[in-house]
């Protein structure tokens, strides 16, 4: 259920804004992988403006069947957890909307993308800044559009912990931020070459990174 929530929360994003410092970094005849593709709003978004090679995958089945809506399309959407082995190289993986805030331990997950990349491939990431921590403690967020709904979070630590209810619903769950000394150091040790790049949201630091 949660992600027919999810899908309307993300609808009012402007995707173009988001992309528009990473678009640059890919060409219309890459393999590109949405790594946590989610219910496919970014995936939707970059096949429709001509990257048509472009795939996703996620680890919630309700996702990507709210996915598939969008993009009725097969060999588009596959379902995979990024904690195995990908099953095909790409030209470009990217792993955007705080994705990695999902994973505690995140180098298995980036070693999985680096065997996951061609030759020279990028994989393109974003993280919340550390500092997202501090101002999101004793978060609280009501409203009534695209429904009505509470979301709560609570900080300790390097943990986000979110609450999020309906009327008839109720999910909990964490994210993991951490220094950006804790991403570079694991990136170096599997051999990226990376660079920080500004983006258009200003609660997140994004990475590109070389293989």
């Known amino acids: 259920m949660f992600a027919y929530y999810y899908d309307q929360l993300m609808e009012d994003i402007d995707y173009e804004s988001i992309l528009e410092p ?5 060409n219309k005849e890459d393999l590109i992988l949405d790594a946590g593709c989610g219910t496919g709003h970014i995936l939707n978004y970059l096949r429709n403006t001509g990257f048509l090679y472009a795939k996703g995958i996620d680890n919630d089945e309700n996702m990507l069947s709210v996915a598939g809506k969008k993009i ?15 099953p095909m190289q790409f030209d470009k993986i990217l792993m955007l909307f705080d994705v990695t805030n999902y994973f505690e331990d995140i180098e298995i997950i980036f070693s999985n993308i680096y065997q996951g990349l061609k030759d020279n491939g990028l994989f393109i990431f974003d993280i919340y800044k550390i500092e997202y921590l501090e101002i999101m403690k004793n978060y609280q967020e009501e409203d009534e559009y695209p429904f ?6 609570q900080s300790k630590n390097h943990i986000l912990s979110h609450d999020f209810s309906t009327h008839n619903y109720k999910l909990e769950f964490k994210q993991y931020l951490y220094e950006t000394s804790y991403y570079e150091k694991i990136l170096k040790k599997l051999g990226f070459k990376f660079k920080k790049i500004s983006g258009n949201d200003e609660r997140k630091e994004y990475y590109i990174c070389n293989k």
Do not use: Q
Request: glycine share 0%; no cysteine; charged share 25%.
């Open 22 to 26: 990473i678009i640059p970094y890919l």
């Open 148 to 153: 009505s709904y509470k979301w709560h979070t």
């Open 72 to 86: 009725n399309k097969e060999d588009v959407l596959y379902y995979h957890d990024l904690n195995e082995v990908l």
